[in-house]
């Protein structure tokens, strides 16, 4: 039972694949792991709201607010280079960024699934 | 001929220069000295201290090339050889009584994280009251914790066990703390013949291995250790530590097969002592087997067919032999030198000897007998009087359904 033979698969599927003692052999794993679940309530972001002010991006503790290069014109006809949105993967719906927001533009909408 | 006689004497003197008086306490000491460890932890404790002190003097006195962490408890000293361990070093600590009972929750981990730890333990009773003589409650503490546990009879065993620990723990197929017991005061200051094995012998047996042969830390590997294990996984984790241990007798039988080739010495997972033809039986540990042993020299003298088993290897439990041995005898006693408080009868090594009967379907009569509390002197005549006991019961063909206590100072009856 040497530990090359639990490096063949990345992930197992039964304990014969597991890594001895659960070690994890690769680095950067926890991006794969999937926190959706403990979620009750997501964030929503209204973009119309929204004046880009990234403080959600910097309080979220997961790193599930993604600043991406997208233009966007509001109501007022205000234009803006990028946008924020919402990793959806990622956030586990802890509520901080709309705590955060100064301009209450994040709503926590109950998941639904 | 000549040749074989002349070469046999020369052996002979050989063995001869390498015996040595010592106490159980640097028998160990010398045993991690000549596995060359890289790291010790170890916390001082009554009865141990003199383990401590011995690898602290090995360190300084240029005999052995090991870090010595100076912890400030069990808890670190444990933590410290588990770490240690981790990035592939060869590790020792040693405990007893209350020092195992801090280090508790690390046993756990160092099973769980199948880190090849390996301790000496000085076994002695558990407070309260403070008691700091001979019993196996601390030992008997750490049955359920995934260690590998080892019992030793006397000095050149204690020296002995360690040296195959190393063998087993880091063995590939195990990966399992181990722990080699010395009773405390009765063999860890007890004055014994020791014959030691050269080191680069003990080092050509329990071979030092390359690094990188199981998980460890290394930089240029970078892997998580201890990470969450959620329902969905912990399970498994812990059927592969079960899996460890049921392939753990088969490293063990080779590590004393393989020690047997080179030194000349032999282990079993149990020592059997006049059991071909016995009609009754006392299973015991450690120290205490010497003592039955002197009681069955005593019986047979008087024409009972007394006989002896002694577990060496505790855990694994090796069922199987155990119940091989006792296959044919009247009555079985087990004379344990602990308590299960609450159990169903009151001797740990008891229970575990009743269910290896039970579920084989080996129906005897069957005895629990508890003495030696706390360093209580056991006497052969005890000894003896629990044999009759046994034959009482062969005759009537009944178990003893509550345990037996011997040496007690008792006005009301406790069976
Ligand atoms: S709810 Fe919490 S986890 Fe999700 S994006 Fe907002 S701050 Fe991040
Ligand atoms: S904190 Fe609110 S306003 Fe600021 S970027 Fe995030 S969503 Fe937009």
């Known amino acids: 039972m040497s530990f090359e033979r639990f490096l063949g698969k990345k992930y197992p599927e039964t304990w014969e694949d597991l890594p001895l003692a659960g070690v994890v052999p690769w680095p950067g794993n926890t991006e794969e792991v999937d926190t959706s679940a403990w979620r009750t309530f997501k964030p929503v972001i209204n973009q119309d709201k929204c004046i880009r002010c990234r403080l ?58 | 001929m000549a040749a074989v006689e002349l070469k046999e004497k020369q052996e002979a003197k050989a063995r001869q220069s390498r015996r040595i008086a010592a106490k159980g306490n640097h028998a160990a000491a010398l045993a991690a000295r000549d596995v060359d460890v890289d790291v010790a932890a170890i916390y001082p404790i009554t009865p141990q201290v003199q383990i401590a002190e011995k690898i602290a003097e090995l360190v300084a006195n240029g005999e052995l090339d090991a870090e010595v962490i100076h912890v400030e408890s069990e808890h670190s000293a444990m933590s410290a050889v588990i770490a240690a361990a981790a990035t592939g070093a060869r590790v020792f600590t040693a405990t007893s009584s209350q020092g195992l009972e801090l280090m508790h929750e690390m046993l756990y981990i160092a099973s769980g994280l199948r880190q090849p730890v390996v301790m000496a333990l000085a076994t002695r009773a558990l407070s309260a009251p403070i008691n700091i003589w001979n019993d196996y409650s601390d030992a008997m503490s750490m049955r359920d914790t995934g260690w590998i546990i080892i019992f030793s009879e006397n000095v050149q065993e204690v020296y002995d066990n360690l040296i195959q620990a190393y063998y087993i723990a880091e063995h590939p197929d195990v990966l399992l703390p181990t ?15 020791l014959e030691l094995i050269p080191r680069d012998e003990v080092l050509s047996y329990a071979v030092k291995r390359p690094r990188g042969y199981r998980p460890v830390l290394d930089p240029d590997k970078p892997m998580t250790f201890g990470p969450v294990g959620a329902p969905n996984w912990y399970y498994e984790i812990k059927i592969q530590q079960i899996m460890a241990m049921r392939e ?37 540990l450690g120290a205490t087997a010497s003592l039955v042993k002197a009681a069955v020299n005593r019986l047979r003298e008087e024409g009972v067919k007394a006989g002896m088993v002694k577990i060496r290897v505790y855990r694994p439990f090796p069922a199987e032999q155990i119940a091989k041995a006792l296959e044919n005898v009247a009555a079985v006693g087990v004379l344990d030198r602990a308590v299960a408080f609450g159990g169903p009868l009151e001797g740990p090594l008891f229970l575990d000897i009743a269910s290896t009967l039970a579920v084989r379907g080996m129906v005897k009569p069957m005895a629990s007998f508890i003495h030696g509390l706390g360093g209580r002197d056991i006497f052969v005549k005890e000894v003896v009087e629990m044999f009759k006991k046994l034959q009482e019961l062969a005759r009537s063909g009944r178990s003893e359904t509550r345990t037996l206590f011997y040496g007690v100072k008792s006005r009301t009856k406790l069976n």
């Open chain 1, 56 to 113: 959600c991006w910097v309080y979220c503790p997961d790193g599930a607010i993604l600043e991406v290069d997208e233009e966007y014109t509001n109501s007022k006809g205000r234009k803006f280079k990028i946008t924020f949105k919402v990793d959806y993967v990622h956030c586990k719906g802890c509520g901080i960024c709309a705590y955060e927001c100064p301009v209450k533009a994040i709503d926590m909408v109950p998941e639904e699934r």
């Open chain 2, 248 to 284: 753990a007798p088969r490293v063990i039988e080779e590590a004393a097969r393989e020690f047997e080739k080179r030194f000349g010495r032999r282990y079993g997972f149990i020592e059997e002592y006049m059991m071909d033809d016995a009609e009754v039986a006392i299973v015991s």
């Open chain 2, 179 to 193: 722990v080699v017991t010395l009773d405390g005061y009765i063999l860890s200051h007890t004055v014994e013949p």
